[in-house]
């Protein structure tokens, strides 16, 4: 099956998934939101499959969301009468967590691959992940209050189940970025590797060892240590797309967009 933003291969066991929007640094178009739930799905429905790494074969993972590709899909919406427009919105929102949604629910083990940038609606993606390993070079950012946003994606809701609430709280506040070493402090990253070519070899290995065991085993394990929290994370995530369907401020958002590209070129 071939995809617009993904590039999958077989090995055995593991598919490897990787983004391939080298273009624009991996940002998360609109292709990403609608192929992902049919990548998760291609995993969960091969039962020779056990593991799903997620990567990148560019210098960065993802620099989070496409915003143009998002206005774009926003353009009609925009115009549209109140109740309309939170209908429209609400059924996005639940559309692009739809993919996130199916990986934190499904049976097979997802892994993340970082190296570079992992921003925004990317580190939505990568908290929805099992595990999370990433190369020294990685930089994270829950960015979305920088540009007036609300994360909406899954950040809020499971990051305090990985890394605490004050951490969680400490990246939504400030927006900030931070380095990989604070990143594996907080325990957003189960490991790091000194480079992109050691993390892809540890990582493929580590895949192994979890293909290695028995199928069953691991993923009720997963389910298990996943109802922990599954409820709360589903009923949050449905209360911030129909807080964001009714919220969302479209001109402070390009407002602080535009702030944020030109601090972005300034420090370029």
Known sequence: MDFNFFKIEKDNEILKVYFNNDKSLNAL?????????????????????????????????????????????????????????????????KE???????????????????????????????AACDLRFASKDAIFSLREAKIGITADLGSLQRLPFIIGIANTKYLAYTGMDIDVNKAKEMGLVNDVFETKEELDERVLNIAKDIAENPKDAVSNSKKFINNLHKQIVEKELDIIA???????????????????????????
């Open 29 to 93: 178009t609109m292709d990403f939101f609608s192929e992902l739930p049919e990548v998760v799905k291609l995993a969960e429905e091969d039962s020779e499959i056990s593991v799903v790494i997620f990567s990148s074969n560019t210098k960065h993972f993802s620099v989070g969301l496409d915003v143009f590709s998002f206005g774009v899909a926003l353009k009609d919406i925009i115009n549209m009468e109140t109740k309309e427009k939170r209908k429209k919105l609400y059924k996005l929102i």
């Open 96 to 126: 692009m967590q739809s993919g996130m949604t199916l990986m934190e629910e499904g049976s097979k083990i997802y892994i993340a691959s970082i190296n570079g940038y992992c921003i925004g609606g990317a580190l939505d993606f990568i």
């Open 242 to 268: 129909i807080h964001n369907s009714s919220a969302l401020d479209f001109n402070e958002i390009n407002e602080y967009f535009q702030k944020s590209l030109n601090k972005g070129r300034k420090n370029g």
